[in-house]
């Protein structure tokens, strides 16, 4: 039973295209993340929405928009998809109560521009 | 800005030997502090995790040190394993003023290599 779950796992598209990237937790958890993680494994917050509510804003493109339509679900939404966004998308959730508050993390989906 | 600063890149331990990697941080906000481990093809996922009121935390060979005053922190691992190979990343959590929710701010992370 798997807590956060994403789809699809890998996505090949060509520049230019749209696509998005879906997202679901079953952990009741209360917020929800973007990290995209590029080849050097650095790994980069790109939103948080907790509650519905957008909390974290990083310099991301606004090609780039996160749409949860509840609170268990947090889709990534890209739009005239550059080369440059070829990485690994991570979904990850956590629960803000209390300090010892643990973030997990979906499967990844590989996103590659051709 | 990055807010946690993470090294080595990479590091490449023998079996039997101990790994260090090690961050800091600026933002005295920071109250709790977590590692996680990556393996290829997975997320992070939580490791071992420290608060600032105690200097150390041992959890089999893995151990966290920290030293508040120098607003460190580092993983050490012991008697280190082929299985350790892995991406590992620092992280600290604050509540942010605005909102009153807790917010991660992951280091850069440390691929690490156990060669048996």
């Known amino acids: 039973d798997t807590a956060v779950s994403q789809t699809p796992k890998y996505l090949v598209t060509q520049m230019g295209n749209d696509k998005s990237i879906k997202c679901e937790q079953n952990?009741?958890?209360?917020?929800m993340y973007w990290y995209k993680q590029d080849s050097k494994k650095f790994l980069k917050i790109m939103f948080s929405?907790?509650?519905?509510?957008?909390?974290i804003n990083e310099t991301v493109p606004n090609r780039f928009s996160p749409k949860s339509p509840d609170k268990a679900h947090l889709n990534l939404h890209i739009n005239s998809l550059e080369l440059g966004d070829s990485a690994v998308y991570f979904c990850?959730?956590?629960?803000?109560?209390?300090?010892?508050?643990?973030?997990?993390f979906g499967q990844g989906t590989r996103l590659t521009v051709v | 800005q990055q807010q946690v600063k993470q090294s080595p890149q990479s590091l490449i331990v023998q079996k039997g030997g101990i790994s260090i990697i090690n961050c800091a941080y600026e933002?005295?906000?920071?109250?709790?502090f977590p590692w996680y481990q990556q393996f290829p093809g997975k997320g992070p996922a939580l490791l071992i995790a420290?608060?600032?009121?105690?200097s150390e935390k041992k959890e089999g060979r893995f151990t966290i040190s920290f030293n508040k005053s120098a607003k460190q922190f580092s993983l050490h691992i012991m008697d280190s394993q082929p299985g350790d190979s892995a991406t590992y990343f620092c992280?600290?959590?604050?509540?942010?003023?605005?909102?009153?929710?807790?917010?991660?701010?992951f280091g850069s992370g440390t691929r690490l290599q156990v060669q048996p």
């Open positions: 990850a959730s956590s629960s803000d109560r209390g300090w010892d508050t643990e973030a997990f």
């Open positions: 952990l009741g958890h209360d917020t």
């Open positions: 929405y907790n509650n519905k509510e957008l909390i």
């Open positions: 933002n005295t906000a920071f109250d709790y």
């Open positions: 420290i608060r600032p009121d105690v």
């Open positions: 992280a600290a959590s604050r509540v942010l003023m605005d909102t009153g929710r807790r917010a991660l701010t």
